[in-house]
């Protein structure tokens, strides 16, 4: 039974590397989704739209802090052509994205700290270390990203 | 016969040349204009300073924070027509406007003309500033003056014939220049829809870049905040009426936190130049925010003013 799990997880993650080899845009989109989702609970506890919670609020933190460290893996060379958004500047100012990624990953993995083993105690507490993170949204969509429809 | 065919030419020549200059002079405020207003306030300046998005042109490209109030110019605006430098505005007084009279700073931003009497590029969206309040335009003056004074030239426009003929913007000015308001809202609007319209349209200028434009550059107004192909090439500058396309499933709520915080309510992120723009709308009051939002959903809807892409 333990093998038949085993076998089927390595399936699973070499079907998901094929269409990650093969897709790179569709892979970074559904990275940016489960971002977007992530960061939409967050907004809504802060907007107290839905009631404070550290178990969610670290799984948002994780989700965030996932997508941090794997999102920079799926821009190769080429992949800003068809259904997506990402700006030529990818490209044309590699380094700038790249320091753009690190400061995400700096940022998600100090709000993981700041999370602790149960997340962050209060909202407060939850505001003060997620704040950082929101704000690479923005300066990486100012020149990263391209509004296209 | 040839000599009078000649003379005839001759003439109409001259009478066209003349009829351009006299229709494309540049125009000014009435001399007493300004008297009736009240003392200038730098304090009610501030907020029209971010209202109207000065520093997204003329801080210094890419600036963030404090550097945003150094008013230095230097951001290039690249369009079909050439590219536009921002110039230093800055209260220095000879590389900024440290020198100017309230009356020059007002013509320019409600006439479009310098000091010396000259037609600003509408690439300075005076076209929307001209439906800006006198009181308002001087109390941004105001502010301007307490800010930092900085040095430099920010360099010149590169155009190319025949948009080199400042002359011209005369007639551009005549053909699409109005002042007067875009939308007609009821008699039954509220004075948050009021207030939302003279900030949307006036001081906010976000027609500038959300209204689509014919080949002369003028907006189509019949497509009033429809969303239109980036006037600097890349992308598109999204659609704002509720029409198709548009902002229709957004609330009130949504729209004065998307400016406030930079978030859409499926927490997708402000990008591109907006992301400057919302900087901007984020100084502004609560009120303010709220208006913007009411005006936005009064707004007739209109269908995407740009291609679909795909």
Same mark, same amino acid.
């Given at each position: 039974m333990k093998k038949i799990a085993l076998a089927v997880s390595a399936l699973c993650l070499s079907v998901s590397g094929v269409a990650a080899a093969d897709d790179p845009i569709a892979v970074r989109k559904s990275i940016m989704q489960a971002t977007a989702a992530s960061a939409g609970l967050a907004g809504a506890m802060m907007k107290e739209e839905l009631a404070y919670n550290p178990a969610i609020a670290k799984a948002a933190i994780l989700t965030l802090n996932a997508g941090a460290k794997s999102y920079g893996a799926f821009f190769p060379e080429g992949s800003g052509e068809g259904d997506t958004t990402a700006a030529p500047a990818i490209w044309e100012d590699a380094a700038g994205f790249q320091a753009a990624l690190d400061k995400y990953m700096t940022d998600t993995a100090a709000a993981l700290d700041a999370a602790g083993k149960d997340g962050p105690a209060d909202l407060a507490s939850f505001q003060a270390a997620i704040g950082p993170v929101f704000s690479n949204c923005k300066s990486c969509h100012e020149k990263f990203r391209v509004q296209n429809n | 016969m040839k000599k009078k065919l000649l003379t005839t030419a001759l003439i109409v020549i001259a009478g066209g040349g003349a009829a351009f200059w006299l229709l494309s002079a540049p125009t000014s405020l009435e001399a007493?204009?300004?008297?009736?207003?009240e003392a200038p306030s730098a304090e009610r300046g501030e907020q029209v300073f971010w209202a109207g998005g000065c520093a997204s042109c003329h801080a210094r490209p890419g600036a963030d924070g404090d550097a945003r109030l150094e008013l230095a110019g230097g951001v290039e605006l690249k369009s079909d027509f050439g590219t536009f430098v921002a110039p230093n505005i800055s209260p220095h007084m000879q590389d900024g406007i440290g020198g100017w009279s309230d009356m020059a700073f007002a013509n320019a931003m409600l006439h479009g003309v310098s000091p010396e009497g000259e037609h600003y590029y509408p690439a300075f969206p005076y076209p929307s500033y001209a439906r800006m309040e006198p009181q308002d335009v001087s109390d941004l003056f105001a502010f301007i003056k307490t800010l930092p004074e900085v040095e430099g030239d920010a360099g010149e426009h590169q155009l190319s014939f025949p948009f080199t003929m400042r002359r011209g913007i005369g007639l551009w000015k005549l053909a699409y220049m109005h002042d007067e308001p875009v939308v007609a809202l009821g008699a039954d609007a509220s004075d948050a829809e009021r207030r939302g319209q003279y900030l949307v349209e006036g001081a906010g200028h976000c027609g500038e870049c959300h209204t689509p434009r014919n080949i002369a550059g003028g907006q189509l107004y019949d497509q009033w905040l429809a969303g239109a192909v980036s006037a600097e090439g890349e992308g598109i500058v999204p659609?704002? @009426?509720?029409?198709?396309?548009?902002?229709?499933?957004?609330s009130a709520g949504d729209i004065a936190y998307y400016l406030e915080?930079?978030? @859409?309510?499926?927490?997708?992120s402000v990008g591109g130049a907006m992301v400057s723009v919302q900087k901007n709308m984020a100084r502004l009051s609560k009120e303010d925010r709220d208006a913007i939002a009411a005006y936005l959903l009064a707004v007739q809807p209109k269908p995407n003013g740009y291609p679909s892409s795909r």
């Open positions: - | 007493g204009a300004l008297g009736a207003l659609n704002i @009426t509720t029409g198709d396309g548009g902002i229709g499933s957004w915080s930079g978030f @859409t309510p499926e927490f997708d």
